[in-house]
């Protein structure tokens, strides 16, 4: 696979999105319905199921979450792969009587060969660098918003990209988002933590959020990219940077993973470069110790 940085992998996503039908994520009523995720899964997971009668949790904390809330009665999974921890926890929320659904990209993967076909919500994606997930979180959040993936692309190329400078002499990054994206601000950290590490750093707050004590150490070298809003009086370098009209989810993501995308480009391929000794690395991650 041809690598490709993070903003050409959103064009192609939006392109692959608006050329196929989106399914219905739509799950059966629940008293009370435990949804894990990992990663961006769980942001795009609370996208997928907005109701108040649902426990979001990660890996790492679904098993407590069992055992000290007897008023579950359904579950469901969100893993793009399929895989990782997915399969285990399949068994347990299988064992506890729950009857887990999942919401995949993979309908063969370990995770989704454990349920039957009809407890499968299978979406789109396609081949991208590791942890990129943008295509798959993408397509899940459309078959939940149905926005137009090809008006979210056409609004990139003629109205994000022409704006977009050299982001080389800044070495920071600090992204203001609309209130009601509140829930996707650690969807852009985690981007930044993924293809950064710690070489270039990258905040992420509501334009509310902005105005308290996130800017008490001003930088010349942080530029604020302020999507949609207009954040009161912060920061010294600033850059707005316009979404769709009626914008939901799906746009905000697009459109902020490409800049980030554009970030990338600007800086040394440290993500590239490192690439296949992760790439190698992470299954020992998740290997089940001998007992």
Request: hydrophobic share 45%; charged share 20%; net charge negative.
């Amino acid at each position: 696979m041809t690598f490709k940085n993070l903003s050409q992998v959103v064009l192609d996503a939006l392109s692959l999105h608006a050329s196929c039908t989106l399914p219905s994520i739509a799950l059966p009523p629940a008293r009370q319905r435990l949804v894990v995720a990992s990663g961006n899964a769980l942001p795009t997971a609370r996208i997928l199921f907005p109701e108040d009668n649902v426990t979001f949790c990660s890996e790492s904390g679904y098993h407590s979450v069992l055992d000290a809330d007897s008023s579950l009665d359904a579950s469901v999974v969100v893993s793009a792969s399929g895989s990782k921890s997915a399969p285990q926890i399949i068994d347990v929320l299988s064992e506890r009587g729950l009857d887990p659904w999942l919401v995949t990209c993979d309908a063969s993967s370990p995770a989704a060969t454990r349920l039957e076909a009809a407890r499968v919500i299978t979406t789109r994606s396609q081949p991208e660098p590791i942890t990129y997930n943008t295509s798959s979180y993408m397509g899940m959040i459309l078959s939940k918003t149905r926005e137009d993936a090809a008006a979210i692309r056409s609004h990139i190329v003629g109205e994000v990209a022409p704006l977009v400078p050299s982001f080389a002499s800044y070495e920071a990054f600090f992204l203001v988002l609309r209130p009601e994206f509140d829930v996707q601000r650690e969807m852009f950290v985690t981007k930044f933590d993924e293809l950064f590490g710690g070489r270039v750093n990258g905040r992420c707050y509501t334009d509310e959020q902005t105005l308290h004590a996130k800017t008490v150490v001003p930088w010349q070298k942080e530029l604020f990219l302020l999507f949609d809003c207009e954040s009161a009086a912060v920061g010294d370098e600033r850059l707005s940077i316009p979404l769709p009209a009626a914008a939901g989810p799906a746009a905000m993501m697009a459109v902020g993973y490409y800049v980030v995308g554009r970030i990338q480009e600007a800086f040394p391929a440290w993500f590239r470069d490192h690439m296949p000794a992760y790439l190698a690395l992470q299954p020992s991650f998740f290997e089940k110790p001998e007992v």
